[in-house]
């Protein structure tokens, strides 16, 4: 059977001249497009109310423009090149089913704006975004130069981009809603006139201290808790660390790790451009700190947490995986005692020391409700 007969397949090797690269671009492009046009078609269902004020209709227009020619241009040169035309069928044929359902000329439907949609058009933007800025970062400066761009675990660690991006909207309804439940009583007035006083710059850099003090201290009860550890351990099983692999979150801890973090900024309520800096900051960081990126980057790797502070957290290494909780700021480590950060090295295995969990995202989210074996 030729070893391109299934897509899916993981631990493939890419290389250019094969039809591999533009064949797996053209499938991923053709299927982004049907994402867009479906966007277009259901907005009140598939598009999400905060995110579709940060983008205009001509610019997705344009986007799904290029998308689709794209994903022709590839799909064409994957099947001259490649035996097995699987991958250019799926490109050509999701490109032409997004071009019949309208294409990039399509009108966006007249909708009603709910707060209880999905985010498909948050899942297309970013997955494209992300792979167009990190896989040619990655590649250029490798920290694991054999590692592939489809190694081991990379459909579960999708599958976690997937469904973690199409339910952004209840995440942030959950989230605000506890916040506005539980912590009403401490935002005062006072508090609150007294923080939008700062100018945007202070504001920005008081958020990050205080979400990331939050964040710590609920990644250091992950590690302590056995039960919360079962949620936590999802994030540190990638084998691999990749632009992808910081996806890998249990949804459980991804509603409580929010919740915890949006306490003080609900309660301190911050100015809508210092909470947006601060948002691009975490979408930024959450990606580049898992990324396989080589670079030491110097002094700046005290002040703000690079690859290599957090790949030494994922070390599959008990002197190294209770150390740098924090992700934005290693000084919140040092303040606590938990900064481990070996100058130019690096850790030679990812993963969990012990209690390893099942690879499939399904099991994976039953895993904190399963009894452990004795053996773990
Ligand atoms: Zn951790
Ligand atoms: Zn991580």
Known sequence: MNKTSNPMKEDVELKFGKGLVSGYSSAVLGVLSICGVLCFRFPSLLTSEQFRAVYTQDFVSDLLFWTLVAAYVLGIVSYALNHSKVLAWIGIGTAFAASLLGGSRIEISPFESTPYSLGLDWFAISFLFSMLIFIPIEKA??????????????????TYFFVSHLLIQFIFLWTN???GIAFAWAATEGLQ???????IWAQFLVATFLADLFQYWS??????????????????????MDWLAGSRTHLGEVLMTRACVMIPLYVCGFSEPALNAYVI?????????????GINFGFFRYIIATPQFHHWH????????????????????MIFGTYKCPKGKWPEEYGVVSGEPPPSF???????????KPSE
């Open 219 to 240: 990644h250091r009860i992950y590690h302590h808790a056995g039960f919360l550890w079962k949620f936590h351990s999802i994030h540190h099983s990638s084998h691999s």
């Open 314 to 333: 994922h070390a599959k290494d008990a002197e190294y995986c209770d150390a740098n909780y924090a992700v934005h700021l290693p000084v919140i480590d």
């Open 141 to 158: 400066f490798a920290l694991n130069k054999d590692q592939k761009i489809l190694r081991r675990g990379w459909r579960t660690d999708l």
């Open 177 to 179: 809603a506890f916040s």
């Open 281 to 293: 900051l975490v979408g930024v960081q959450a990606v580049a700190i898992h990324a396989n990126i």
């Open 193 to 199: 006139n007294s923080i939008r006083s700062l100018p």
């Open 362 to 372: 399904l099991k994976q989210l039953m895993h904190p409700f399963r009894r452990s």
